[in-house]
């Protein structure tokens, strides 16, 4: 029996998680779980899994249900992020699932790792803020990292047992998002609801913008080249809209490696959780002879410039990654709250970059600092 405690289990990811989780009851057994605000799904949810512990975001969301649970089935609950850290460390816990959204996983999924925990990561803020931190803390308290991002666990599928230096370059698939094929002046008045009508999967808020404005892919860049430790010019993007390939590895002879199952985050779940071994009946197989193609294209970083930004952050290193993904999370909800337009999202994130005084990354402060001045400035520019 392995025991799982989740971060961000009323998420999209902590839903899939869970589903996984309950279809293997003698497999895995929840023993955390921890969620922002929506108190009625974790309520839910700890009646159905009966973890130990339990935390929320903050302490008004702790007094709700606090008041809302009976106590004498109330597992331990806590809030705040000493709270989520301290579910991430329990000692009941083998492997910790960190699908908190944004930068507020970081913090929880550092005291994962510091704990000795397997992490099986869904949040690339953590790596793309504090990639050559969590790196150095992964290897320094041994720990075991295993990816939950799609292309991440492709990739992760596709070059096991290969040496590294057999690798020559990792070609990360995007599905390019409910806009592909669009040019910039087709997107001037794109309302939220559009943006949020991902063709291929079914995903948190956030992350649906990210991947219409291909930011996503930015981010997931930057997570591949700290995952597998592999420079950005050897790691590229691809558009393919099916999104069945989820990810390619081409090595030194010519040979290529791709990762092949229908649209369930279910999968990449499943296999981060039993891996080596994979469970029975994840994902629904695919019907092969009804598959009318797979198409291949460039991403168009004219239109879509966040990818762009993404490598330039890493290109000049730093705080410069933590700054790009502030900005992103500012800019993002700006847009959901109608604020700023869709074309105006990489040209406020461009703006805050390019005004940024870049640090050495070394010190988990300096980095949270980054993040906050990077919020602080595109605010003050929202409301200007
Ligand atoms: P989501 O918005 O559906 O869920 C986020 C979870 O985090 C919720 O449980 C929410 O309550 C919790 N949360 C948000 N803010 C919090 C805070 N301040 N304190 C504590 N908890 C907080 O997001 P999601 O789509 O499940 O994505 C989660 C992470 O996984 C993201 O980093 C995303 O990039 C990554 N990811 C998601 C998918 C997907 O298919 N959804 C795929 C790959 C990677
Ligand atoms: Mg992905």
Redesign the pocket.
């Known amino acids: 029996m392995k025991n799982i405690a989740i971060l961000?289990?009323?998420?999209?990811?902590?839903r899939s998680a869970l589903s996984v989780i309950s279809m293997f009851p003698d497999t895995f057994k929840v023993v955390g779980l921890?969620?922002?605000?929506?108190i009625s799904l974790l309520m839910e949810q700890i009646k159905l899994f009966k973890p130990k512990v339990v935390a929320v975001?903050d302490r008004e969301t702790y007094t709700k249900l606090k008041d809302a649970m009976d106590s004498l089935q109330s597992p331990d609950m806590l809030y705040g992020t000493e709270g989520?850290s301290n579910v991430a460390s329990m000692p009941d816990a083998d492997t910790v699932i960190s699908?908190?959204?944004?930068s507020?996983?970081l913090i929880p999924t550092i005291s994962a790792i510091t704990a000795g925990k397997t992490v099986a990561l869904?949040?690339?803020?953590t790596l793309v803020m504090a990639g050559n931190i969590v790196m150095s803390e992964i290897s320094k308290y041994g720990v075991t990292l295993l990816p939950?991002?799609?292309e991440h666990s492709a990739v992760f599928q596709c070059i096991k047992g290969y040496n590294k230096s057999s690798v020559k370059r990792i070609i990360l698939t995007a599905s390019g998002g409910p806009f592909l094929g669009k040019k910039t002046k087709e997107l001037e008045n794109i309302m939220p609801e559009d943006a949020l009508r991902h063709p291929n999967?079914s995903?948190?808020?956030?992350?649906t913008i990210d991947s219409s404005t291909l930011m996503n892919k930015g981010l997931e860049v930057i997570e591949a080249h700290y995952l597998f430790d592999m420079p950005m010019d050897r790691i590229d993007v691809l558009i393919h809209p099916q999104s069945l390939i989820h990810s390619i590895v081409e090595f030194n002879d010519g040979s290529y490696i791709a990762q092949m199952s229908k649209p369930d985050?279910k999968g990449p779940i499943a296999f981060s959780l039993s891996c080596p071994e994979r469970l029975q009946d994840v994902v629904e197989p695919i019907e092969w002879e009804k598959l009318s193609g797979l198409t291949f294209q460039k991403p168009d970083t004219e239109t879509f410039p966040c990818l762009s930004l993404a490598y330039s952050a890493i290109e000049t290193g730093g705080t410069m990654p933590a700054v790009l993904n502030a900005s992103n999370e500012v800019a993002v909800h700006a847009f959901l709250n109608g604020l700023i337009g869709f074309n105006d999202i990489p040209v406020v994130i461009r703006k805050v970059m390019d005004s940024h005084v870049v640090q050495p990354a070394d010190d988990i402060h300096i980095i949270i600092e980054a993040d906050r001045w990077a919020r602080d400035t595109i605010r003050e520019d929202l409301h200007r």
């Open positions: 961000g289990s009323t998420g999209s990811i902590g921890t969620a922002g605000k929506n975001g989520l699908a908190i959204v944004g507020a996983g869904a949040n690339k803020e939950v991002d799609s999967w995903m948190g808020k956030k992350i985050m």
